[in-house]
């Protein structure tokens, strides 16, 4: 595919209001969940710069305005333009049968097509820079710091052992939007027989192979709590991401040994009792 519009699949709700932005993808009624908590945190960090919340067809509009009161700039996205051989392969069956996930629960409402959606940060070319954050994450301090990082700068997806160090997560990334890369992408992203495993995450690693490092606390994974406490320090940690189980879902299998985290989230989800977090007591390895 190749096109000179960038407002090709998307609807935007109103114009921008700043030259950066923080984007996130809501795909369903749970993640518009998750988009509410976030929302609310970047915004008591003070930043100035646009909240865009990419949204598919399975978000209904009454589940996306509680993100009004965030001020939230809503673009309803079609999903991507690929080939009916590429969706057969990316179905959810087919990707967690190829490469099941062995680690942590993914919930069932995770779907691999809409996961490609992030891409279309890409055609937001009236932002000079983004910073894509997962809806599962709330931002703990400011980190406007990061529209000065380099497109393609995201964190490792650290979060059992320093091997990890070599892949990384694209839950939080910095993209600098173009039109020219999102054509390149959907003609890699869509190549004969390509399958990407980890859906956008695998993809993103072979565009930008040589992909500039974000600090672990730009994009903390919650299993670094009891598996690696010794990263953890509330002081310093600028995302929060809730990677694998979601601090919302009512039959969490790790409740116990995240109960903090979800606590947490919770709070930044009403708006009720957030805590001093420089005041959190830190891990400690059992």
């Not at 993808?25 to 915004?43: E, F, K, M, Q």
């Amino acid at each position: 595919m190749t096109s000179n519009d960038p407002s090709e699949g998307l609807r935007p709700s109103s114009p921008p209001q700043a030259d950066h932005a923080y984007v996130t993808l809501v795909t369903n009624a749970d993640y518009a969940l998750g988009a509410r908590a976030l929302a609310r945190s970047i915004t008591r960090t003070g930043t100035r710069a646009d909240i865009v919340v990419l949204h598919t067809g399975g978000v209904s509009v009454d589940v996306l305005a509680p993100l009004a009161e965030f001020g939230c700039r809503l673009v309803e996205t079609n999903l991507l333009p690929l080939s009916d051989a590429f969706n057969a392969r990316h179905q959810r069956r087919n990707v967690h049968d190829k490469a099941p996930f062995t680690k942590g629960r993914k919930p069932d409402f995770h779907s691999p097509l809409d996961n490609f959606c992030k891409l279309r940060l890409w055609q937001l070319t009236e932002y000079r820079r983004c910073v894509f954050i997962d809806a599962d994450a709330v931002v703990l301090r400011n980190i406007d710091r990061l529209f000065a990082y380099p497109e393609f700068s995201a964190a490792p997806n650290v979060y059992e052992s320093l091997a990890d160090f070599h892949r990384l997560n694209s839950g939080v990334f910095v993209a600098e939007p173009s039109m020219a890369t999102f054509d390149r992408m959907i003609t890699q992203l869509d190549a004969p027989d390509a399958f990407w495993p980890r859906t956008d995450q695998t993809f993103l690693q072979a565009f930008f192979p040589d992909w500039h490092g974000l600090p672990v606390t730009m994009n903390m994974l919650q299993y670094v709590w009891f598996n690696l406490p010794e990263l953890w320090d509330w002081g310093s940690i600028g995302v929060l991401h809730y990677q694998y189980e979601k601090p919302w879902e009512t039959d969490h299998p790790r409740r116990e040994a995240l109960q903090p985290l979800i606590d947490l989230w919770h709070g930044y989800l009403t708006g009720d009792d957030i805590p001093d977090i420089a005041s959190l007591t830190n891990p400690v390895r059992r």
